[in-house]
């Protein structure tokens, strides 16, 4: 089993900045990606970023591309995303995953999840 904590969330004006981490710990050997995900009131989950544990090779939502930055500390097993330029469409619960096996990187196909940390973006 792996456990993930998010942190980081908040309320934030327009055009703000946020950071959110996330910590992995357990079983977190064999470790392939670990993604963003977020989901808003009445929608679905939608993927935002993934970074590739050994290379870093990154992946963003368009929705995001030039806004957010993803990262990760493999001495940590923490993953972090660097939110800038917020709007408030970006609004919503964000969650941390963690994916074993390499295919489906984009989707929500991601063997770990955490409990989610809310933004709020405010107009």
């Known amino acids: 089993q792996v456990q993930l904590v998010e942190s980081g969330g908040g309320l934030v004006q327009a055009g703000g900045s946020l950071t959110l981490s996330c910590a992995a710990s357990g079983r977190t050997g064999i470790t392939y990606a670990m993604g963003w995900f977020r989901q808003a009131p009445g929608k679905e989950r939608e993927f935002v970023a993934a970074v590739r544990w050994i290379g870093g090779t990154t992946f963003y939502a368009d929705s995001v591309k030039g806004r957010f930055t993803i990262s990760r500390d493999t001495a940590k097993n923490t993953v972090y995303l660097q939110m800038n330029s917020l709007k408030p469409e970006d609004t919503a619960v964000y969650y941390c995953?963690?994916?074993?096996?390499?295919?489906?990187?984009?989707?929500?196909?991601?063997?770990?999840w955490g409990q989610g940390t809310q933004v709020t973006v405010s107009s």
């Open positions: 995953a963690v994916k074993k096996s390499i295919y489906g990187l984009i989707t929500l196909d991601y063997d770990y």
